[in-house]
């Protein structure tokens, strides 16, 4: 059974530092995985889709990598600001969207 | 384009008492979902479809049914509501299942049954 754990469960940073957030899957024949930020009260909005054929993708400041053979994938956020404070969700695709497995999110505050 | 949109965004309910949770999306996506978030254990699948008239079940769907009677439409219901329901409801929809589409989230419902 696919799981998906993000560490840290929350991470204080102050603003302008580079940070990384972990995502570890325990199944590596993922179809692809999905990055998402959701604000307190408010639904998830997707930043950046790797499919199991690609290394990473880049967003502006964010940069998403895939390694399915460790089962890891980390989003690098640069030159962090207070507006980047918000939970961070990874999510795991298989061969089709009803097996979707999401992470349980790191919570992210960028002090000023 | 609204997106997804759901109704209502709260709501509180007695133990036994049934209510319909709305979602409707304007992108003529052939994909809609129903998810649950609670503290610590991310999002879980409760039922999906994957076009109109069509809905299967995820990985919690016992206490919840759903339809698709129009494509732009998918409700979520509860028969009979236990405490162990309370949780924020997401509804989500894709173009389809497969390949890179991303999916599109609603804003929530946050549901409580005392």
């Known amino acids: 059974k696919q799981e998906v754990t993000q560490i840290p469960a929350a991470l204080s940073v102050p603003e302008g530092e580079n940070l990384v957030l972990n995502c570890s899957f325990t199944?590596?024949?993922?179809?692809?995985l999905q990055w998402f930020r959701q604000d307190p009260g408010k639904g998830l909005t997707s930043l950046l889709l790797?499919?199991?054929?690609?290394r990473e993708q880049t967003s502006g400041r964010l940069n998403a990598s895939l390694d399915k053979s460790s089962g890891r994938s980390t989003l690098y956020i640069a030159a962090s600001q207070p507006g980047d404070s918000a939970t961070y969700l990874c999510?795991?695709?298989?061969?089709?969207?009803?097996?979707?497995?999401f992470g349980p999110g790191t919570s992210l505050s960028v002090i000023p | 384009n609204a997106g997804v949109t759901q109704t209502p965004k709260f709501r509180v309910l007695k133990t036994g008492q049934s209510m319909t949770l709305l979602c409707a999306q304007d992108?003529?996506?052939?994909?809609m979902y129903w998810y649950r978030q609670d503290p610590g254990m991310g999002l879980r699948l409760i039922h999906y479809?994957?076009?109109?008239?069509?809905?299967a079940k995820g990985e919690v769907p016992d206490g919840y049914n759903v339809s698709r009677l129009k494509k732009q439409n998918f409700l979520l219901g509860l028969e009979s509501a236990a405490p162990s329901q309370t949780s924020v409801y997401f509804c989500?929809?894709?173009?389809?299942?497969?390949?890179?589409?991303?999916?599109?989230f609603g804003p929530g419902t946050r549901l409580t049954v005392t």
């Open positions: 989500a929809s894709s173009p389809s299942g497969r390949g890179a589409n991303e999916q599109y």
């Open positions: 199944d590596s024949a993922i179809y692809n």
């Open positions: 790797i499919q199991s054929s690609q």
């Open positions: 999510a795991v695709m298989k061969t089709s969207y009803d097996k979707v497995i």
């Open positions: 992108m003529n996506h052939e994909y």
């Open positions: 479809s994957v076009g109109e008239g069509t809905t």
